[in-house]
C-alpha cells in the first residue's frame, strides 16, 4: 500500500502489534500545541501531564516550543489544570499530530497485557491488521478499516464509495484484488479479525 504519509488524516488511535506480547494493542497519537512565550516554558517544563520538547521546522531551519499531552497515558485532555494564562485544556482536544509537525509518530501504546508507555510509532510495520500476498503487504488503520478491507477485498463487485474506509481502499495494490488472490487474502484478514 502507498506510504502512510500519504493519508490525510491518519486516524488519531491506530491498531498495533504490542511491543512487548505481539498481541493487538491501541496506540494513540500524542498532541502538540505551540508555546507562544519563552516565559511560558517553566510552566510546561514542571507540568505533570504535558512534557516540553523544542523542535526545529526542518523546512524552514526555525526553532519552536511546544508542550506535547500523551492522551493514551493521561486521559482526555478536558483533566489539564494549572495551565499557564492564554492555554486551556481544549487546545489539546484537536488533534495535531507530531507525525504531521516534526516528522515523528510520537504517542503511546496500550495493551490488555497492562504495557502502557510512550512509543514511536514505524508506520505501517507495526499494523496489527496487516497480511502479505506475493511480497506485496495490505494494512489497516484499525479493525473497523481492516472489516471494510476483508469485505472490499471478498466482493465481486467492489463498490469503494459503500464503504466507509472508502479512501484508504484506493490504494490496495492490485495483487490482493486478482480473482486468483481473492480467497488467500480473504483467509488471512479472517484470522486477523477472529
Not at 511491543?19 to 514542571?46: H, Q, T
Amino acid at each position: 500500500m502507498t506510504h502512510p504519509a500519504e493519508w490525510n488524516p491518519i486516524p488519531h488511535r491506530l491498531d498495533v502489534r504490542c511491543p512487548a506480547c505481539a498481541r493487538g494493542a491501541e496506540f494513540e497519537f500524542a498532541e502538540v500545541v505551540r508555546i507562544e512565550r519563552k516565559a511560558d516554558i517553566p510552566a510546561f517544563e514542571a507540568h505533570s501531564q504535558l512534557e516540553y520538547h523544542r523542535f526545529t521546522n526542518p523546512s524552514l531551519g526555525q526553532d519552536w516550543h511546544g508542550a506535547v499531552f500523551f492522551a493514551g497515558l493521561h486521559g482526555s485532555a478536558q483533566t489539564l489544570r494549572d495551565l499557564p494564562d492564554g492555554y486551556y485544556s481544549t487546545d489539546w482536544e484537536h488533534p495535531r499530530y507530531l507525525r504531521a509537525e516534526v516528522g515523528l509518530g510520537w504517542g503511546s501504546v496500550r495493551c490488555s497485557c497492562g504495557l502502557r508507555q510512550k512509543h514511536t510509532l514505524n508506520w505501517p510495520l507495526e499494523a496489527y491488521y496487516q497480511v502479505e500476498y506475493r511480497g506485496h503487504g495490505l494494512w489497516a488503520f484499525h479493525r473497523e478499516a481492516a472489516i471494510d478491507l476483508r469485505n472490499y477485498v471478498a466482493s465481486e463487485h467492489r463498490v469503494r464509495s459503500n464503504y466507509r474506509w472508502e479512501a484508504m481502499l484506493r490504494h490496495v495494490p492490485s495483487a490482493f484484488l486478482a480473482a486468483k488472490a481473492r480467497d488467500t487474502v480473504v483467509k488471512r484478514l479472517d484470522r486477523l479479525l477472529k
